[in-house]
Structure formats: structure tokens, C-alpha cells
């Protein structure tokens, strides 16, 4: 222990600083986790700290403004410092480690401690590491879920049933959301849409309805809004809903894992917090999804199903083709035109519409609006009736966005480049990573108007000279960049196109 | 990419510091990873980031002065940022995650991104955990050891063979170093002894030294010392010798875990760095150890040797037993004092003079310098000589320390308890863990003084209020939570203690 005066740092940062001297006397290392007592106030609060040997000199500690307030102290106060018990969590991440199965309680203790910054971002990867290779089994996966929703608020509404779609990600263009939310509400039920942000794909929902209204909202703004209209598609990192998540997947991130178990209860939390009691879950498969194969996503599926059944939620999952863009436009403005296009009755069949019609269809016949294999034409029909396109305007309104917006107010980006054919033939494969990596080039989704506009879907044909797809965007040097990204990965194979031609030198 | 001007912020941090907004439209995620180009003088870094939404504000990033000056760049001069690419080396992590066998040009990448600073604590923790579960075969544990090996500097020496010793860490008292040094160096061979301090321990062997003299010493230094009087005690860390290996250390640490693996290279690295042909091994084996069964020490020994030879290293193990303290000194003066006694020629047949001797015993062997079987004799008879006495002495002086230090010099804590017997009997139980658990709280390591002293080693007799054990410390109030301590833990019982007598109320 040792009696040090505060110093204020103002850089934004979560450690405490201090220095070498000090830590060596107190027995610290770099990194560790001390407790700070104002023993007037009696406040006191756990952190990680920084060591130094020139900023913070012997016998003072560098704190932020958020830290000196939370312990009611100020410039100059003495603190007593000490070093910190170790969490008991990090036993029960050992025990994952160690392929043990954890209790509900040990979950609880992971999850309350991982969203308090209670442990590291080490530590935490240490968990989500360990769950990635021994997994978690159904009940570890029920434990994992409930303390999910209790890691934050719950949705309440008056109205019943709720109904809620998720689709696992990594497919682009995947704008459906857009269609069958409005659908679903059109037809008198409630879907209270939380979206993500793009992490890694070209645009996330949340930033596709960002260019209609806008999208960050607290809880009691979405149940009120959601039980005057029917539905909201709002991002869920502004409510307080399910938090852990957040916190886990920000770790998940750079190491580009799935860890199965956790991201079944990731989606399933949200859903239940959010009041679901109809879920309906898209799996995308394809060489280049998140899940690979048919009897991976059946596997999967029946998890989904499980898991929903342990908290008396109906789950139905959708396994749909994964190996290509979700519609023609890929990228913010490009994917919101298109979804007004088909909200406005300019209905084209292809993967969005039907994808779109087919998610909704599903809540229809499990809300039991409609007999077994009738909602798809019941979707179709609200869509067509232009219903789901007057819904669609009262979210927006409601979200406070211009409801008078039409397909031609959202453009895309001033600057385009024509890929065309040739040869003449069919388009036999789309690389969608390719694709998101082009999009993203060009500037999605911080630019609006960047991306891609696939004129030549998966099986149609081109002749030579014909444009495949364009690429946009709203910097001209973005532009170049993605050219340059679109000749080395060809993101679109058609039949009969000579790729190189190598001639023997013998 | 962004274009932002430099605001110094000098708080010890390694990362860069930018405005939400910023990050946004940047892509970036907190923690994310950044690339910063000063393209005046061309210098770029890689850092991670920290967003904040009040302390930096839009079109400013907050650099520390080290990064500006690496930039070569100044207060509010105009750097380009832009997301860093993904290192690769978290594909091979990832491969490790599932359980793929790694080349050695991929865990050269990890650990050199390990070393260099490339990969965040979660990122490398993910590693540890992912070796720590599906383990490394021992083709990876040799790329590993020549990774960790060339990540630093490596010693030469003119005289030959080096020896060096390990002891896996864990049991409280294992002074042993303090005696076989200069045992091993009295009889004409070099021993350049790293050693490391204390982490979960009551004292690690530097700061044990460091009672004697300094033992921080760059990497000639251990050389022209070693090659002049035969032998030294430095700690490790001041060296960049193997530093690849103090970087996974810490991250290891607090998640208590002995990734198996990597704690072979790690030993084994160092070993190699130092220059050593001659290396013995100690693993003590016990219910509180690290090594829990015979088996498992076999195992781990075979592990040692087979790296070893890979090296064209001669590695021998002692397994030793891991259920006693090292001697009946533990805690900083405690231990130098036992030390400095055994040297003085007062040898008392311990544990801590049978296991110094049987490691010097076996080294000589493995030197050829005595047959087989008569090592453990020439090492006491070097011992009883005052050649290791005179060595030792030798060795404090070329570090630095006084030479004419006497074990009377060396003083435990002014403030002590002695826990006497409430009955007759015989040591007959240990507890190791309890023992460093209540010297910590004593003060140790930081506090010099502070320790347990065991009058009653395991096996020994004691009559009912004769002293077991006495703790001492630097500061009354330490004394007295180590105390509560004591009577929490009981870490010694005595055959025929009555512990707790409960009477039945029927």
C-alpha cells in the first residue's frame, strides 16, 4: 500500500498512471489492477494501471477527471493505493480454459465483470479463446444468454406478439431488413429493430437507415415509438440493451473469431431483451459466410431453436444462399435507393426481394397471420400494395427523418467507374469478400454515396463490352484505390472469360 | 484517412488518442490499430488507439513525445492516419486457435510482432490461451525457443563450458542459486545466472542478490563480469536477453496459467542466450507445485532434454520434492541470511544444502570435472572449504556490493510473532501456498525484512509451546494482518493438533 497525491491526466485513457517506484514498492507490474481509497469519502474504485518512470513522478498518481470524481477527490488529494484482489472470474475462465463446464453463477461473474471493466482486454480474449476452442455447451449457452439480458435494460410493450429477425452478417448488401420491417409492421405487428454498425462489412443496417433518420435512441424512446408505429430500425449500440455483447465483441473483432456459443447468445440476448417472442434467424451459407456448409447450419439452427425454447421464444431459422450480394448495391446510399425502389412497387426478383419476402413470410405463418406457406404471397402482397412503403415513411417520420424521401433523393457517389465484360457469357461466381473489400476501398461506409452497383447478377448474362458492375464513390482518389483493388481480386467470374494466357517458351 | 495535427499528451501512454468523430470517419474501432505518417521526413508508426468524445478534440490526435519524436514530428504539425492493415500474425494465432501445427516462419511472426509491440494484450493473450489449450508438439517449441532466443541480445564467452541452472518456480525459500553459483564458479566453471524477482513469490532470486549488491547489468557487462570471477546473480529483466519472453510473461500472470509449451521455450531461451552447454534443471513436484505428479515431471524432463539437444545443449532434470519450503527462511534478509550462513561454513543437512548441493553435484558430473555419483560430495566439499565463501564474495564485489557483508549484517524485520504449539508432535503437513500468501502480506518482497522464519522443518519434532514458526516484518501493521493471515491459514500442522472441537447440542 502507499499513500499517493492525485495529479490530473486528461487523455481520455482508463488506466491510472504512476510511477515505477511506487509500483515496485506497492508490487505492481505494468497492467495490474489496483484499488484506490479516497478514505475521507470513502469512495473508492478498482483500475488497471500504466507504469511510468518520467511523467508521474514518486508519490503521486495520474488520474482522469472520471476517475478523481467517482472517488469525490480532487488535484493534490492523497489516495491510498493498493494492489487489488484478483477477480474471482479470472478462476472460472481458467476452468473454460481447462474445459471445465461452468456454472450459471461463474457466467454471471464472467459477464458482470466483463461489462463493469472489471478484467482486462486480455483476459476477456482469454475467455472468449477459451469458448472459441472447448465451446460452451447448451446450458453454458442458456447461462450465457440470461446474463446477457440482465447486463442490461429489457424492453416492455403492451402489444403482443413481438417479433424480431436477425441475420448472421458477413453477406453483403444485405439490406433486408430495410423491406421487411416495414412489412411486418404493416401487417399490425411489432418489430423493434436493433441494428448494428458496419464493423467489417460495407454498411451496416444501422448506417443504411442513418441516411433516412436518425437512429440512436434509449430504450423507452423505442418501446414508444415501436408501440405508435409498429417498428423502429434503430442502432442498438445507443441503447443500454445487452451491453456485455458490445463489450465481448470488440474483442472478437481483431482476431476475426466466431466463438459459436458466444454468438448464439449474443443474438438471442438481444432478441429477448429487446421483448421478442417470434424470432426469425437468416443463415447465410457459402464458401465465404460464417458458416460453411448445410449441415453446419442445421446444426446451428437447432441451437437457435433450443436455446429460444429455454426462454419461450419461438425461433424459426432461414438457411439461405450465402455466395452472393444480397441485391445489386452494395454500400450506404446505393443499398438505401434500392430498398425504396422495391418499397415504392418497382418489385425486381432477386436474392433482396426474395430474401426479404421469404424473412417476412416466415414471422407471418409463426405469428400465425397466415396458414403454413402462405406468407411469402402475404409479404409480396403488402409489399406490392405500396402498405409496407406508407409504414416505412411513419418510421421515418417517427425516427425523425423527412418521410417524403424517394429513390431519387439517395444518390450515389459522383464518382464511378464502369467494370464491363469482355467476353460475352454468364456470371457463374461473385466473390463477396472481394466485393466488401472494394466497397470498403471506395469508402463505405463512412462515405454515403461509396460502393458498388452490380448490374449482372449470379446466373445472368452479359454480353462483351456490357457493364457488370460499377463501382462509386464520393472521393476521387477512393475511386482509384478501388479500381486498383477491383483488378487484383476480378470479384466477378463469367464463363468463358480467358483470365491469362500463358505460352510455352519450349 | 484523416489528416490531424499533433496535441502532445504526455501521460505514459502507448497509444494514440483521437476524437470520436475522427474515428468514425476514419473506420475506427477503441483499440483499433492506426497507421500514422508524418509525410514531411516520411517516418510512419503503428499505434492503438483510444477514442475520446471530450479530452482531444476533431482534427487533433494526442500523441505522447515519444511517438512525436519517432514521427519526427512536433506540436500541431499534420499527420496522415489511416486503419493500420491486420497483422498477419494473427492468422497463424487463429491457426493455433484451431489447433494447427505452426511453421516456423509463422511463430517467428508472432513472437517478433509479440516483441515489437505489434499485438495488443488481447491478442496475445489469445495466443497464450490458444497454446495453453491445444498446446505446441515439439518441433513448434523449438521454433519457438530460437524465436524467443534471436528476439534479443546473446551472450559470448571465451572460456568454456557455461553452466546454468532452473529452478521451476512456485516454492517459497528457494534461495539454492545463492549457493550453487558460487559453488559451481569456485571450482573454475562460468555460470552467467539471470534470474528473475518476485511476481507471485515472497522473493524471487534477483531480489535476493539485490540485498548483497546491484544486480541490474547490461549484456557485456555479464560477460567481462562472468569471464573475470566465474560467476554472477543479475536479474534478467535489466537484460534485453530473450525480452520476447518477459513480454508473455505478463500476460500469462494474471491468468495464473503455465501455457507448457512456452514456459519450456522460455526457460530453455534463456538458457541458450546466456551461452550455456551445461544446464541442470530443478522441478520440484508436489501438491501445491506447478508439477503435480512424477508422471508429469518425467514428461516435462524429456521435454527439456529433447529441446535441449536440438540445441546441442546438455540438459539434465533433478525432480525434486515440492511440498516444503527451500530451508526455513523466506522473504528477502531471511533467505540472504540462511545463505550467507551455509557459506560461512555453519551447513546444516536441510533441504535448502541438499538441493544446492545435488544441483552443483549434478552440473559438476555433466562437466566431467567428477564421475559419476561423486558430484554431490565435491560440491559440499567446496562448499565446507570457504572456496564458495570466498567466491561469493568475489561475485558482490564485481557487482558492485560490499564483500565484507557477514550473515550478521543482514537483519530480519524489527517487528515479529512467533506461533508456538498448542500440542506435541511432528511436522507432518506444509502448506506452501499459505506460507507465501502470509510472508506477502508481511511485506515481502518490498519490505526487506519481512518473512516467515520455520523452526520446525517437515518431519521435525515439537513440544507443545515451543516456537513453530515466527513472522517477521518492517511494519507493525503488516505484522499484524499477517498474523490474521496465519490463523486463517494454519500452513503448518503438527500430527495430534487437535484443530477445532465441535460438540454435538443432541
Request: with cysteine.
Amino acid at each position: 500500500m502507499a499513500k499517493l497525491k492525485v495529479k490530473r491526466i486528461d487523455a481520455g485513457i482508463q488506466t491510472a498512471v504512476i510511477n515505477k517506484e511506487d509500483a515496485n514498492q506497492i508490487g505492481l507490474k505494468n497492467g495490474g489492477r489496483i484499488n484506490i481509497l479516497n478514505e475521507e469519502s470513502g469512495r473508492s474504485i478498482t483500475a488497471f494501471i500504466q507504469i511510468t518512470d518520467n511523467i508521474i513522478g514518486k508519490g503521486t498518481i495520474g488520474l482522469s477527471s472520471g476517475f478523481i470524481s467517482q472517488l469525490d477527490a480532487d488535484d493534490n488529494k492523497e489516495l491510498a493505493v493498493r494492489a487489488a484482489d484478483r477477480p474471482i472470474s479470472l478462476e472460472y475462465i481458467r476452468k473454460k480454459m481447462d474445459n471445465g463446464k461452468l456454472t450459471e453463477n461463474e457466467i454471471n461473474t464472467i459477464i458482470s465483470d466483463i461489462t463493469n471493466d472489471v478484467l482486462s482486454a486480455g483476459e476477456t480474449t482469454a475467455f472468449i479463446t477459451a469458448v472459441y476452442i472447448n465451446g460452451l455447451d447448451t446450458d453454458e449457452v442458456e447461462y450465457l444468454t440470461r446474463s446477457m439480458v440482465k447486463s442490461g435494460e429489457q424492453l416492455k410493450f403492451n402489444t403482443h406478439p413481438i417479433v424480431d429477425k436477425h441475420s448472421i452478417g458477413g453477406v453483403p448488401g444485405n439490406k433486408i431488413t430495410l423491406l421487411v420491417v416495414p412489412i411486418i409492421a404493416a401487417a399490425g405487428l411489432k418489430i423493434p429493430k436493433t441494428s448494428s454498425r458496419a464493423i467489417t462489412g460495407a454498411g451496416g443496417t444501422a448506417d443504411l437507415m442513418e441516411a433516412l433518420a436518425p437512429v440512436e435512441f434509449k430504450a423507452a424512446d423505442i418501446e414508444r415509438m415501436t408501440e405508435k408505429v409498429g417498428g423502429v430500425i434503430v442502432w442498438g449500440g445507443a441503447t443500454n440493451i445487452a451491453p456485455a455483447d458490445d463489450k465481448i465483441i470488440v474483442h472478437e473483432f481483431p482476431l476475426k473469431i466466431d466463438a459459436r456459443g458466444i454468438m448464439i447468445a449474443s443474438v438471442m440476448a438481444k432478441k429477448i431483451a429487446c421483448g421478442a417472442e417470434i424470432v426469425v434467424i437468416d443463415i447465410p451459407v457459402g464458401a465465404e459466410a460464417k458458416v460453411k456448409d448445410m449441415d453446419d447450419a442445421r446444426r446451428l439452427a437447432r441451437q437457435f431453436i433450443e436455446i429460444g425454447e429455454r426462454f419461450k421464444v419461438k425461433v424459426e431459422c432461414a438457411i439461405t444462399f450465402g455466395d452472393t450480394p444480397i441485391g445489386r448495391g452494395i454500400g450506404v446510399n446505393l443499398e438505401v435507393r434500392e430498398a425504396l425502389i422495391a418499397l415504392e412497387g418497382n418489385v425486381e426478383q432477386n436474392p433482396f426481394t426474395q430474401k426479404s419476402l421469404t424473412m417476412a413470410g416466415i414471422a407471418f405463418e409463426m405469428a400465425g397471420r397466415v396458414e403454413k406457406g402462405e406468407g411469402y404471397r402475404f409479404a409480396e402482397e403488402i409489399l406490392n400494395s405500396g402498405k409496407a412503403l406508407a409504414k416505412m415513411k411513419e418510421i421515418i417520420a417517427i425516427q425523425g427523418g423527412n418521410p417524403n424521401v424517394t429513390s431519387n433523393d439517395i444518390l450515389p457517389g459522383k464518382y464511378s467507374f464502369n467494370v464491363n465484360a469482355k467476353d460475352s457469357g454468364y456470371i457463374v461466381g461473385i466473390k463477396n469478400r472481394a466485393l466488401i473489400t472494394i466497397a470498403r476501398t471506395a469508402g463505405a461506409p463512412a462515405d454515403k454515396g461509396a460502393g458498388i452497383y452490380i448490374h449482372k447478377l449470379l446466373g445472368e448474362r452479359v454480353e462483351k463490352g456490357e457493364t457488370i458492375y460499377t463501382i462509386y464513390a464520393d472521393k476521387e482518389w477512393r475511386l482509384g484505390k478501388a479500381l486498383a483493388e477491383a483488378r487484383k481480386y476480378m470479384p466477378v467470374a463469367v464463363e468463358g472469360m480467358l483470365l491469362e494466357r500463358i505460352t510455352s517458351l519450349n
